[in-house]
């Protein structure tokens, strides 16, 4: 068993890395993927959790919806996130 973070404009996010114990694997939801960044804290909420790499999708088919869902390059998430050591408990 292990844990992800993601949705569909962002799929794996984070996850289980091969060497985390299953303790580890069940505790959180894993590590960001490579080139993946949070960042915590939007416009609309100060906890809210941000995303950008190259999990996150390119944007929606009518532009205007994608006026929602970013702020410059951030993916809003409209989650509570937290990110220590490059992980997502």
Known sequence: HARVYGSS???????????DSRE?????DGALMPGNEVRIG????????????????LGYLDPEDDAAA???EWL?????????DGRVP
């Open 76 to 84: 809003r998430t409209g989650d509570l996130l937290e990110e220590r």
């Open 42 to 57: 939007s416009a609309a909420h100060p906890e809210e959790g941000m995303l950008r790499g190259p999990c996150v999708f």
């Open 70 to 72: 970013f702020e410059g």
């Open 9 to 19: 404009e962002a799929p794996n996010f984070s996850g289980s890395l091969p060497g």
């Open 24 to 28: 580890r694997r069940l505790s959180d």
